[in-house]
């Protein structure tokens, strides 16, 4: 059974920093482009970055340009966000996803019809 399974979040002040995870099993996803996603109350669920397989090609939605930071360990089959200069709008619950298919171009999976796996979801609060 495929799962991708976050960690990391939590309460933090603005200002702040945080590190979320994604842990994937079942299938490796060494050749699968991976993004984050968000939905905060009330809105709906949005694109925030996107990694290729191989690492060398990151996206990222303008909101988070130069304050986020995503990364990947092939590995360890496991990716990663690194949130700082955290704001109170960046308040959300964070989802992690992979593509449907492998090897294929990485700013397709800021399309909610091309991820074919999701993770649970890490809620990640700042505070003002």
């Known amino acids: 059974q495929v799962q991708l399974v976050e960690s990391g979040g939590g309460l933090v002040q603005a200002g702040g920093s945080l590190r979320l995870s994604c842990a994937a099993s079942?299938?490796?996803?060494?050749?699968?482009?991976m993004g984050w996603f968000r939905q905060a109350p009330g809105k709906e669920r949005e694109f925030v970055a996107a990694i290729s397989w191989s690492a060398c090609i990151t996206y990222y939605t303008d909101s988070v340009k130069g304050r986020f930071t995503i990364s990947r360990d092939n590995g360890q089959n496991t990716v990663y966000l690194q949130m700082n200069s955290l704001k109170p709008e960046d308040t959300a619950v964070y989802y992690c996803?992979?593509?449907?298919?492998?090897?294929?171009?990485?700013?397709?999976?800021?399309?909610?019809?091309?991820?074919?796996?999701w993770g649970q979801g890490t809620q990640v609060t700042v505070s003002s």
């Open positions: 079942g299938r490796t996803f060494s050749t699968y482009a």
């Open positions: 996803a992979a593509d449907k298919f492998p090897r294929q171009r990485t700013k397709r999976i800021s399309n909610f019809e091309n991820i074919g796996y």
